[in-house]
T-cell receptor
Framework: DVKVTQSSRYLVKRTGEKVFLECVQD?????MFWYRQDPGLGLRLIYF???????EKGDIPEGYSVSREKKERFSLILESASTNQTSMYLCASDRTDQETQYFGPGTRLLVL | KQEVTQIPAALSVPEGENLVLNCSFT??????LQWFRQDPGKGLTSLLLIQSSQREQTSGRLNASLDKSSGRSTLYIAASQPGDSATYLC????????????FGTGTKLQVIP
């Protein structure tokens, strides 16, 4: 079974803090993704990575950065958290020749 | 830009009823379409994937259809059960290059015992 894990289920941070969200997959997938999910807006792609040290901007990259130093790990970084980054963050992975993405359980982030 | 719409946003049905969830998309040049299930506070689980060349896919009590020309897909759930209560999301992968996936906002289903 594919397993995608995220470092925290719930996180509370203060405005201006630097926040790290980590995602690990155990199936040697090339591609990894970070989404945020907000009521009424659905899932929106923040960044994705198709290889180690490679990254591509998604639809809403502003205020975020990512890091992929190892194939199994993809980190999302909020350099200076703001209240409008309060959201559910979902990580996913897939193989290039595979058509479905596998999702982690999500991290619910609250920025005060 | 692809847009994916799901109507209704919420649905409540008595146990045992057959039901249909709807998904529409604006650009018919798709690679595939998937239906996902999301339980409260959890990630997404893939239910059915339909390739652009296919018309439907079935898994147990679930049947998904695809009409690319009209930009529509339906998810049919037979003999609904309380355990089917969840949010169902439709996701469309665009053709050409990297298959960018666009998600709908989902239909929240409640099956009442």
């Amino acid at each position: 079974d594919v397993k995608v894990t995220q470092s925290s289920r719930y996180l509370v941070k203060r405005t201006g803090e630097k926040v790290f969200l980590e995602c690990v997959q155990d199936m040697d997938h090339e591609n990894m993704f970070w989404y945020r999910q907000d009521p009424g807006l659905g899932l929106r792609l923040i960044y994705f990575s198709y290889d180690v040290k490679m990254k591509e901007k998604g639809d809403i990259p502003e205020g975020y950065s990512v890091s992929r130093e190892k194939k199994e790990r993809f980190s999302l970084i909020l350099e200076s958290a703001s209240t409008n980054q309060t959201s559910m963050y979902l990580c996913a992975s897939d193989r290039t020749d595979q058509e479905t993405q596998y999702f982690g359980p999500g991290t619910r982030l609250l920025v005060l | 830009k692809q847009e994916v719409t799901q109507i209704p946003a919420a649905l409540s049905v008595p146990e045992g009823e057959n039901l249909v969830l709807n998904c529409s998309f604006t650009d018919s040049a798709i690679y595939n379409l998937q239906w996902f299930r999301q339980d409260p506070g959890k990630g997404l689980t893939s239910l059915l994937l339909i390739q652009s060349s296919q018309r439907e896919q079935t898994s147990g009590r679930l049947n998904a259809s695809l009409d690319k020309s009209s930009g529509r897909s339906t998810l049919y759930i037979a003999a609904s059960q309380p355990g089917d209560s969840a949010t169902y999301l439709c996701a469309v992968a665009d053709s050409g290059g990297y298959q960018k996936v666009t998600f709908g906002t989902g239909t929240k289903l409640q099956v009442i015992p």
